[in-house]
Antibody
Framework: EVQLVESGGGLVQPGGSLRLSCAAS????????MHWVRQAPGKGLVWVSR????????TYADSVKGRFTISRDNAKNTVYVQMSSLRVEDTAVYYC????????????????WGRGTLVTVSS | EIVLTQSPGTLSLSPGERATLSCRAS???????LAWYQQKPGQAPRLLIY???SRATGIPDRFSGSGSGTDFTLTISRLEPEDFAVYYC?????????FGPGTKVDIK
């Protein structure tokens, strides 16, 4: 059974940093693109970042470029996002989601999602 | 960036009725790379449809998707109580993926 479990969310002050983790199981993690998608309270879904199966290709949404860093450890079946210079508008539930296999295009549908972790940026 | 618009914003229907949700793209979505998700309060989104019309694993056949180019439709043939939720479309045909703002299907 495919499982994605996020952790690391919490309350942080504006300008602060936080690292989120997403532990994967039930599939060959090193074969898949992984993504982060966020959802502000009461709002819709917004794609944040993606990383290729071997970490060789990374892309960010303009809203987080230069502030967020995505990475993965295939030995630990975990994908991370390091968030810095956090803003109030970064407040959201952050989901990790599985994309396509490495040989497919970078953009794909998301067939499995974690339950999300809430990040609150507030003073 | 491809902008997706969903209509209506809210759809009020009774169990057993047919629901028709629309997703319109600001430019053509290549190869019908369009997906639909269902999200219930406090839960993660669940993939329903990919490739505009293919049902994901385990999705009941009352859910169907259609369309191409810039106009796509999700149809729920007969609403079950568990179908009342928010539905999002996503395009993955361009270099960056985008979601629509969602359609809420609530009980009339």
């Amino acid at each position: 059974e495919v499982q994605l479990v996020e952790s690391g969310g919490g309350l942080v002050q504006p300008g602060g940093s936080l690292r989120l983790s997403c532990a994967a199981s039930g599939f060959t993690f090193s074969d898949y693109w992984m993504h982060w998608v966020r959802q502000a309270p009461g709002k819709g879904l917004v794609w944040v970042s993606r990383i290729k199966s071997d970490g060789s290709s990374i892309t960010y949404a303009d809203s987080v470029k230069g502030r967020f860093t995505i990475s993965r450890d295939n030995a630990k079946n975990t994908v991370y996002v390091q968030m810095s210079s956090l803003r109030v508008e970064d407040t959201a539930v952050y989901y990790c989601a599985r994309g396509g296999r490495w040989e497919l295009r970078p953009n794909w549908y998301f067939d499995f999602w974690g339950r999300g972790t809430l990040v609150t940026v507030s003073s | 960036e491809i902008v997706l618009t969903q209509s209506p914003g809210t759809l009020s229907l009774s169990p057993g009725e047919r629901a028709t949700l629309s997703c319109r793209a600001s430019q053509s979505v290549s190869s019908s790379f369009l997906a639909w998700y269902q999200q219930k309060p406090g839960q993660a989104p669940r993939l329903l449809i990919y490739g505009a019309s293919s049902r994901a694993t385990g999705i009941p056949d009352r859910f169907s998707g259609s369309g191409s180019g810039t106009d796509f439709t999700l149809t729920i043939s007969r609403l079950e109580p568990e179908d009342f939720a928010v539905y999002y479309c996503q395009q993955y045909g361009s270099s960056l993926s985008t979601f629509g703002p969602g359609t809420k299907v609530d009980i009339k």
